[in-house]
């Protein structure tokens, strides 16, 4: 354990003890569920199953229900796709990559963008399946699976190939940290329990037993599964890129598309934390442990990786131009003024200009700007991703096949589905897990014989 | 079986005979069985308890065993009847006036394909759209599938019973017969009907074509005393002038049209010159769009315009003029000079039914020397034979009560003419009425009986397609229903009970027999007809002299009938290539097929300038456009407007062939019925409105299906490379685009920088050409590929989401009003455009972007170089049609076979449809990708037979559906291994380290510079003009 000096302000304010902290954080698993929650949980749970309709009837009448067609393959499917795999990045990003920084504020936070991060990759697998003509068959032949068609191998050319391994793995790591880190909470809220809570949790905390040897060796694997998931940050994103910088067609074939998805990603994973955060912390009283710096901290990281993105955008536009090529002038001429330019503008306002309003630092400590603007960045972020997908596709190489692509209710049904599935699974896990890392926290809350704030 | 001398036994009991054995040999089951009704000590209660047992037991297993359904057991298998092995017919296709020499290929007895008759002089292995489709009518479940009497089903004998008794009294009565029919090519048909005719002599036979041609053998009579429709021979024409006639299109015979036409334009560096062709018009046809020079008039202009030219030439000539009335049509003057210097070796032709216009094109051509070279009068032409005046005096006497019996011979004047809505009134004042009709159309269901006639595929007949060109009608498959052969019907109303094959047969061995030398045998000289399906003796030498009078007196009816009233806007009526005369409107294959020029399907639809659009306050976008209302003398309808570029200012176009109401459920109120606006002028029918027509804007939206709703090329040299004939004349690479990219220093060709290793083809390296010069966009290819490979067919709605399956398409692409425009006007259309046609289709690349992304290698290359789709292992991603940069793979949105909701897909939706399906290639499932395969199973069954006899494949052995359509020979498909194919002659290819490349400088890849490096090789286009103009 690193020493931190007193003279820093707390990062847990309110004089919390170390059992508030405890209370603090039980209190939502142990009481009943609130009235708030109950009618959050209806209203996420009804978006899943009105969504649900919408799956159903694309599986059972086939990819047609969209409104793709034979020049755009892909359109809401890939983009909602992109759009859940990028908020997905901050969970890890924030648990992983700033554990290795020794960056403190993180632990208010890690554990509720860690299970966002699982719910979000989980919407965002959906969308892989979902958009095959033949999910049954492609949902297992996409994998190297020893079979008995002859020598039938996945091809490992492909880039939808690596997305598979990529997001698995992303998906497994993110997975067993996650729960990693739950354990031991697990095991304080089976030391309070009785009855049959008692035994679920006391499944669930596989037995921690709070010896010093157990809590070295949770470290260690901590520290080994924030080292092997800090790459995975980075090559998630870069590899779901490839499906596109790999690609022929002007728009997506771009070698600037790596260090731009992953900035893009945590950009919007961050503003996904956010917005949650800040309802959490409002509804389950949390003030305390996610306070105003925590806000500031990661508005900062918003400016940043909000400011590499434009910085992308116009790379992007400058090479276009100075390449010579004509289609790909053309596919740039046609996002800022073809049909689809209030896509393009709106992705820029979005990405571009609102994050820069947090320099400002009234706006970036204000919780009500925090929250907007959270929003308007995840606008533009799926915006982003639809420029990037279906104005390169609309209008390509042969202006014989330049089409419109025209949404239908069924791609905003699905879109849906996944937002029930996301936020019913969050609200299930706000209102069954602890959402705040209490071991953690505990370490940084002030002794009783330092000065508390 | 004889010879098997083996004796078997039931066991060796029966070897060594033993007593026991030989005691029990005779019973079914010689051991002892424990069920013995003689034995006193059996316990009968337990036995019949068993054997109850046994037997209900016994009973329901049988009951359980599937029954065989459908299995066809081969007692004797039919000769030529191999399962797998195609079956090649000659036969003929006859629809209406039109009609085509054609091979049939079967299946297991079922023709599922069309293919032109290289035999045949007049079509030259050429066929159509409407050629290719036809086999899909063959199979219509809305066929009648029996005589008809009153709407209800009855059965030949009474039909004929009661048509023979009312004809009788009739007859006795001196009542007045009518066989209305379309022109009939068949001579055997022709001696059935006079027999009919013969045996009641009352009767009149009234021939009406739907799109007529009366104006020209109206004219021809008028001039040379000879009514007839000549034959024209485009490929000797140097300079060609078409005033409306959509001769590539729609007129007259324009299949054997494009293969002459073709001709014309095929250039290679040893051969720079073409034809050139000019065309004034008003719609923008296909043939106009071919044109070198096109002047959009208006159809009142026409009048002026024929005059002008005679009269000009006239003054070359030293002749005499006609009473002179000015034409401003730009190329007016280059054409006469140009037709005057080509003089013997030009030809003008017009597509106005108006005799007046078409004397004065005849005395030009006379002028010019042209018959007897590109104008054949020895052999005319008998696909329009139709006489208009004949057909509006029928109407008259019919409602005037003068005939007794109408006889409709496989026609539907109710629907298809102008007089469709009088003969329908005075069809009550018949007392007999009939139809042959093979379907319930407008008019089969407002007569009495219909006595249904084949299909074309089912029977047996003849068709003299020019004079002393004949072709026959040879059936593929055994009557489907119920029907008889039409000149059957009428023997048998004659009282001629003969088989009409022995008719026919008759009738060849003491007409036709004797009109050759080969043979002495007429059953040789009857199998080699029906081999090579055609019999060609050429026609008679008719002296014609052009009557100079005619033409004088044509020119004053044409002053006093083309005037304008400029404030109105006038309406040019036409056919399309696809739906024609709406005869087959049924089909859904054609009403899919993506218009040549505008690229619409499903519907009929106002063609109107971009400016009267704008005076109009009509725009039209992604398809989306407005319904006006239409008002023309009395009739007024609604319909959609389509903008076109290239339309006359203040005409308007509308399609014939639509709005039809008893053509079943694929045609029916497919857009609005044309042929009730027709007119009149001069006894013909007059598909020109010049005056009363008006336009009402409505403001109801609606929505156009075209399959291409983006008409420039945004200049893109990359996918269009054109250059003109006086340019390729100095540069045989004249218009080639060279692109090249950075490396290493220097500027190179694209194919030098790769990550591909390249494959390596030991074999076969299968490849394809295509001439952009010759292609005419007439979309044949693209209805062949739809028969041959199982392509279905989605529905408007699936258009209009841009879902069509095609796997071949014809890219048509104008030019752009400011080609030097930024982007946004490169968008817009010239108001006069130069037009491109490109067929696209799967381009093979040898470094396919498609092959690499699938994630579950379902598209490979062969090592035939083919790019490959296996769909079964599909899973549907679609990333490989993202990253087609040719966007030609088409995806299965939805089940398209055994889906009531896509119940237009005939050929994948009912049990009979589904009979012209191929049965070499996989019907494919929901949810995979699918794509052009350069016809696989055919280089596969080509490969084989050759295999099979031990050589290599002759190249054109194996042809690709496509090509072999193609009218134009447009298409080349063969092996770029062997050096004597025709592709690798076309492309010049030349072995040169080990590498082979393309010689040929016209030959150029779509999107060169990717370096995908296709196997598809694109011929630039040359137009024959001074310079390049929008």
Redesign the interface.
Known sequence: MQVTSPVRTPLITGGKTVHDVTEDVCRQVEGKPSKSWLMAFTVAGGVFIIGLLAVIATLWEGIGMWGLNKTVGWAWDITNFVWWVGIGHAGTLISAVLLLFRQKWRMAINRASEAMTIFAVICAAMFPILHMGRPWLGAYWALPLPNTFGSLWVNFNSPLLWDVFAISTYFSVSLVFWYLGLVPDFATIRDRATGIRRKIYGALSLGWDGAAKTWSRYESVSLILAGLATPLVLSVHTIVSFDFATSVIPGWHTTIFPPYFVAGAIFSGFAMVLTLMLVTRKVFKLEDYITIEHIELMNIIIIVTGSIVGIAYITEFFISWYSGVPAEQYAFFNRMQGPYWMAYWAMMTCNVISPQLFWIKKIRTSIAATFILSIVVNIGMWFERFVIIVTSLHRDYLPSSWVMFYPTIYDIGVYLFTFGLFFSAFLLFAKFFPVINMAEVKSIVKSSSEKTA | MSNNQKTYWKGLEQLTNDPEYVKHADKEFPEYLPVSEQDPNSNSRRDFLKLMGFGIAAASLAACEAPVRKAIPYLNKPMDVDPSIPNYYASTYVNGGDAVSVVVKTREGRPIKIEGNKFSSVTMGGTNAQVEASVLSLYDKERLEGPMKGGQPTNWDTLDAEVIEKLEEIAAAGGQIALVSNSILSPTTNKAGSEFIAKYPTTKHITYDAISAYGISESNRRSFGTAMVPSYDFSKAKTIVSIGADFLGTWISPIEFTKQYSKTRKINEHHREMSRHFQFESNLSMTGANADYRTPIKPTDEGALVVSMYNAIAAKAGQAGVSAMASDATHMQQAVNELWAHKGESLVVAGSNDPNIQILVNGINSMLGNYGTTINTDSPVHFRKGNDADMAQFAKDLNAGNYSAVFFVDCNPIYDSPEGASVAAGLAKAGLTVSTSDRMTETAAAVEYVAPNHHFLEQWNDVELKEGHYSLVQPTIRPIFDTRQTPESFLKWAGNSVEYYSYLQDNWRSNFFNRQSDTSNFQTFWDKTLYDGVFEVGGSSKNLSFDAAAASTAAGSIAINYKAESTQYQLAIYSTVGIGDGSQGNNPWLQEMSDPVTKATWDNYITMSQADANELGISMR?GNTEKVNLTVGGETMSVPVLIQPGQAVGTLGLALGYGRTMAGRVGNEVGVNAYPLVTKLDGANFYSVLAGVSVERTKESYKIAQT???Q???G?E??IQEATLEEYKHDTGAGRWHPHVYKGGEFVAPGEVSLWKGHEYNNHHWGLTIDMNSCTGCSACTVACQAENNIPVVGKE?VL????MAWI?I???YSSANPEGG??ELEIAADNPEVTF?P?MCQHCNNA?CE??????ATTHSTEGLNQMTYN???????C???C???V???????YHDNTQFDKNLSMNNDLGKMVLNPDVTVR?????EKCTMCVQRIQAGKLAAKREDRRPVDGEIEMACASACPADAIIFGDMKDPESKISKALHLKEKDGEVKVGEKRAYH??E??N?NPNVWYFTKIRNKEKTEA
């Open positions: 992604e291409q709703t983006h420039t090329y945004m893109r990359n996918v699936e989401n841009r879902r069509e398409r890219d048509r692409y982007k946004k490109q696209m972007p690499t992304v699938c994630p579950v290698a292992r599909c899973i549907g991603t679609r990333y049609a993202n990253n940069p040719y966007k793979r088409r995806f299965n949105w939805f089940k499932a929901r949810g995979v990708m779509v999107l510079e990717i995908v």
